[in-house]
């Protein structure tokens, strides 16, 4: 099958390029805009464009109906995917595959609808989750063609939770992909359990640690997916850290954010609830 891949996030893409290779098909031209990665997602990482293979056929532009639309019919593709692309697509697009056009969304849609799918994890879900639905005119509103959801990692970082949506993505996708090919129209998603996951405030990457210690791990992790941005203030200053563990909990505390014991890369301080060990970047 000829595939159209719509990108600006290095990983969405290495996972749709896997697929298509281990499954035959080609990729014949990637969508991304102007502004790459930098703009929502991984700021540290370099331009989507320079991890591209060299070989790959890339339109960067932002103009999706005039310019990309036209280039992507010529084209004659037989699926356009979309992943971790910050655009609304409009339908001069959707109509031109023969398969349609599909999204990879890291949520258990209806649920986390939007740029920032982890919120679901900050605002306190045991569950992450990923799909493959058809593409509509709205984000994330389209019939579900494949998903899957699972606990939280026992071990609870932003790396952990990445991994676990490296691996489900890659299940719907080659799930979905399939059942769109075979012209299976996806199961329609129920608006009732719908939820927006938008992108976190300043206010919400700061930490309280009068929090329960197990709220502050699962935070952490949810705000350290890609780049470190969870913070907490310690001793009156405001410290950025990679990573909270919970070390005890169960006996509420009345000196929360007061440091038990210094360390090189960190400190052990109460809780809530208990202690929790943070971790500097």
């Known amino acids: 099958m000829r595939i159209v891949t719509m990108n600006a996030f290095l990983p969405g893409y290495h ?3 896997g697929w298509a290779e281990e499954n035959g098909h080609e990729i014949v031209l990637v969508v991304t805009p102007p502004a790459g990665a930098g703009d929502r997602y991984d700021a540290a990482a370099p331009p989507f464009v320079l ?7 890339v339109l960067i532009t932002s103009k ?4 990309a639309a036209p280039a992507i019919a010529a084209l004659e593709p037989d699926l356009v995917i979309s992943a971790a692309f910050p655009r609304l697509i409009p339908a001069e697009i959707l109509k031109i595959p023969t398969y349609g056009a599909v999204n990879l969304h890291p949520s258990p849609l209806p649920a986390g609808r939007g740029p920032n799918p982890v919120r679901l994890v900050y605002e306190g879900a045991t569950t992450v989750g990923a799909t493959l639905h058809r593409t509509e005119a709205e984000f994330d509103t389209g019939a579900i063609l494949s998903q899957r959801e699972r606990p939280l990692p026992e071990d609870l970082t932003g790396a952990a939770i990445f991994q676990a949506w490296r691996e489900m993505l890659r299940e719907v996708l080659e799930e979905g992909a399939a059942r769109a090919f075979a012209g299976e129209p996806g199961a329609p998603q129920d608006p009732e359990l719908a939820s927006e996951a938008p992108m976190f ?7 309280r640690l009068s929090d329960p210690g197990a709220a502050l791990v699962r935070k952490s992790a949810a705000l350290n997916v890609l780049e470190a941005r969870s913070k907490v ?8 850290v990679r990573r909270i563990e919970l070390v005890s909990a169960g006996e509420e505390s009345s000196q929360a954010g007061e440091i038990i014991t210094y360390h090189t890369d960190g400190w052990t301080v109460r809780s809530g609830d208990g202690v929790v060990r943070l971790y500097t970047t």
């Open 15 to 17: 996972n749709i390029a």
């Open 51 to 57: 991890g591209l293979p060299p070989t790959a056929d």
């Open 233 to 240: 203030i310690v001793a009156g200053t405001k410290q950025s």
């Open 64 to 67: 999706l109906r005039t310019v």
């Open 201 to 207: 405030t300043p206010e919400e990457l700061v930490l």
